[in-house]
């Protein structure tokens, strides 16, 4: 089983910054996958970005050239660092680890943008 708990949301002003951090613990040697969703109210979860093992990643168009996504050695934290923030990306913020074909979640923290 794999747990997931993100810290690093909160309030800023448009064109401000911000840092979310997922900490996994468990069976994180079984991660193939890890990354970022968010979910505006009103609006269906979407993906943000994702990294596979190997170290590519996946950015939706919205946030691309924005935010950056990494993760530590040990592969058992990632980062969304988030620049240039803008009203529009205000939303719950996941965070996701995919498990032998298996989604896991965070409870989700809260990014709110202000005009």
């Known amino acids: 089983q794999v747990h997931l708990v993100e810290s690093g949301g909160g309030l800023v002003q448009a064109g401000g910054s911000l840092r979310l951090s997922c900490a996994a613990s468990?069976?994180?040697?079984?991660?193939?996958?890890m990354g970022w969703y968010r979910q505006a109210p009103g609006k269906q979860r979407e993906l943000v970005a994702r990294?596979?093992?190997?170290?590519?990643?996946d950015y939706t168009d919205a946030v691309r050239g924005r935010f950056a996504l990494s993760r530590n050695n040990a592969r058992n934290r990632w980062y969304l660092q988030m620049h240039s923030l803008k009203p529009e990306d205000t939303a719950v913020y996941y965070c996701?680890?995919?498990?032998?074909?298996?989604?896991?979640w965070g409870q989700g923290t809260q990014v709110t943008v202000s005009a």
């Open positions: 996701n680890a995919v498990t032998f074909g298996n989604n896991k």
């Open positions: 990294m596979f093992n190997g170290g590519s990643i």
């Open positions: 468990g069976s994180t040697a079984s991660i193939n996958v």
